[in-house]
C-alpha cells in the first residue's frame, strides 16, 4: 500500500461547516454559489444511500468537480491524485465523515481518483457535481488497482 498524504490532495478542499441550533432547530448551510471552492457552479444534486460496510471504489471525472456531503451515518472517503502534473500526484488521502465527525463538505477535483467505505449505520451522501450525467465523466478503475495500492478490507490501527 502507497503511504497516505499527511496534507490534502493539491486541489482538495475541506470546508468546515457552522452549526447554528437553538431550542427549535438546528440550521447547516453546506454550499453557496459565493463560496470560493464552488467556482466551477452547479450541475446536478444527487443523493446515495449506502448499507453498512459498503464499498464503492474507484471512480474519476476527467473534468467534472464533486463536492460530497454526508449528514446521515458514517463514512471514510479516500482519494488517489491521478494528474502528473500535481504536486500531490500518486498520494493518497483518507477523510472521515459523518453524524460523529465534525461537519464538512469536501471539494474533489477532476482527475482525482474517490471512493468510499461505509463505516457506521446507513450512511446518506449528498452530492453536487459541476456538470450533468454523462458517460464520458464516469471513469471507472478496480477497486484494487496495483498502482493506487490501496486496501479497502484494511481495519485502522490498534491504538
Not at 500500500?1 to 475541506?14: D, E, F, N, Q, S
Not at 457506521?120 to 484494487?144: A, C, K, M, N
Request: glycine letters at 8%; hydrophobic letters at 40%.
Amino acid at each position: 500500500m502507497r503511504p497516505l498524504t499527511p496534507a490534502p490532495i493539491a486541489g482538495v478542499i475541506i470546508k468546515p461547516l457552522v452549526d447554528h441550533a437553538d431550542e427549535r432547530q438546528a440550521f447547516r448551510e453546506i454550499i453557496r454559489v459565493t463560496d470560493d471552492f464552488f467556482g466551477e457552479g452547479f450541475g446536478q444534486l444527487s443523493h446515495a444511500i449506502m448499507l453498512p460496510g459498503t464499498i464503492k471504489a474507484w471512480h474519476v471525472h476527467p473534468t467534472q468537480v464533486d463536492w460530497w456531503y454526508v449528514p446521515i451515518g458514517a463514512l471514510k472517503l479516500v482519494l488517489h491524485d491521478l494528474r502528473p502534473e500535481s504536486p500531490t500526484y500518486h498520494y493518497t488521502q483518507e477523510i472521515l465523515m459523518g453524524e460523529i465527525y465534525p461537519p464538512i463538505c469536501v471539494r474533489i477535483p477532476p482527475r482525482v481518483a474517490h471512493g468510499c467505505k461505509v463505516t457506521g449505520g446507513i450512511t446518506h451522501l449528498f452530492y453536487v457535481t459541476s456538470g450533468v450525467y454523462t458517460p464520458q465523466e464516469e471513469g471507472r478503475i478496480p477497486h484494487d488497482d496495483p498502482d493506487i495500492g490501496y486496501n479497502w478490507l484494511a481495519l485502522p490501527p490498534i491504538k
